[in-house]
Nanobody, 120 residues
Framework: QVQLVESGGGLVQAGGSLRLSCAAS????????MGWYRQAPGKQRELIAG???????NYADSVKGRFTISGDNAKNTWYLQMNSLKPEDTAIYYC??????????????WGQGTRVVVSS
């Protein structure tokens, strides 16, 4: 099994910054891609940033220019640096990773989520 654990959420004022972390553990042979999602109250979960093992990144228009995804492949840890936060960024943030286990099976795992609240 592969486990993902997010951390770094919290309460911040509009215009502030937070950095989320996602650490993967377990029988991981390789991770092909990782993404950060968020789900605001009453809304569907949406992909906001993704990164491949090769370092290619993509962002939702709503966060482009404000959020930066990065990763440390050696540590199986990824980050989401969030700057210029807005009240509409308030949501539960989840990480998701897909790859291959030590015994050759593909996996896709979710973290438990970390709450971000941006006050106006």
């Amino acid at each position: 099994q592969v486990q993902l654990v997010e951390s770094g959420g919290g309460l911040v004022q509009a215009g502030g910054s937070l950095r989320l972390s996602c650490a993967a553990s377990g029988s991981i042979f390789s991770i092909n891609a990782m993404g950060w999602y968020r789900q605001a109250p009453g809304k569907q979960r949406e992909l906001i940033a993704g990164i491949t093992s090769g370092g290619n990144t993509n962002y939702a228009d709503s966060v482009k220019g404000r959020f930066t995804i990065s990763g440390d492949n050696a540590k199986n840890t990824w980050y989401l640096q969030m700057n210029s936060l807005k009240p509409e960024d308030t949501a539960i943030y989840y990480c998701n990773a897909g790859g291959t286990t030590d015994w050759g099976e593909t996996f896709g795992s979710w973290g438990q989520g970390t709450r971000v609240v941006v006050s106006s």
